[in-house]
């Protein structure tokens, strides 16, 4: 059984230095994966699972992660705009809380308000046909969620880095 954190604060002081992480874009019928470098640098949006019922969509889920050597994963957390949590969001902390219950890994929440608009907006500023759209646009935005939490795990290590330079 895993850790569940609620943001990459909490999760950074248990993750080892080096080792792919994999991002998570949950949706009702779809799930959108995407991976990072070892060096956790640059998400890479990799497949799209197309749901079926838990138990085999976590099996899915985690033979990627065997398969690519994960050791974390990235959950978006749809909240809404107010920042509150609807039925989505509960549904997805349903999900890790079972996931959790199968793997070792952990797992951690990013908020991913808005993350599929703005692939959204990027597909069609990049003239993407409407079927490439919906073919990408699970793994993109999933690639988008494990960004910002790459992104905010780099600042994290950077900060913590510089006040060990500061205390010598």
């Known amino acids: 059984m895993s850790q569940v954190f609620e943001e990459p604060a909490d999760l950074a002081p248990s993750l080892p230095a080096v080792g792919a992480v994999m991002g998570l874009d949950l949706g ?3 799930i959108g994966v995407a991976v990072s470098d070892m060096l956790r640098g640059i998400a890479t949006p990799t497949e799209t699972i197309k749901r ?3 138990t085999l969509d976590a099996e899915a889920l985690l033979a990627i ?3 690519r050597d ?3 994963i990235v959950l978006g957390l749809p909240r809404n705009m107010d920042g509150t949590e609807g039925p989505r969001a509960q549904s997805t902390r349903a999900f890790a809380r079972n996931l ?3 793997t070792e890994l952990p797992i951690v929440f990013w908020d991913e308000r808005l993350s599929t608009v703005a692939v ?3 597909l069609l500023e990049a003239d993407t046909s409407r079927q ?3 073919e990408v646009v699970d793994k993109m935005a999933a690639a988008f969620i494990l960004q910002g939490a790459l992104d905010r ?3 994290l290590k950077d900060a913590a880095s510089e006040e060990t330079d500061y205390d010598r």
Request: no cysteine; glycine share 0%.
């Open 28 to 30: 009702t019928k779809t």
């Open 65 to 67: 992660a065997k398969d």
């Open 153 to 155: 795990l780099r600042h």
């Open 70 to 72: 994960i050791h974390a």
């Open 100 to 102: 959790s219950q199968k």
């Open 52 to 54: 079926k019922k838990f």
């Open 132 to 134: 490439r759209r919906a």
């Open 120 to 122: 959204e907006r990027t």
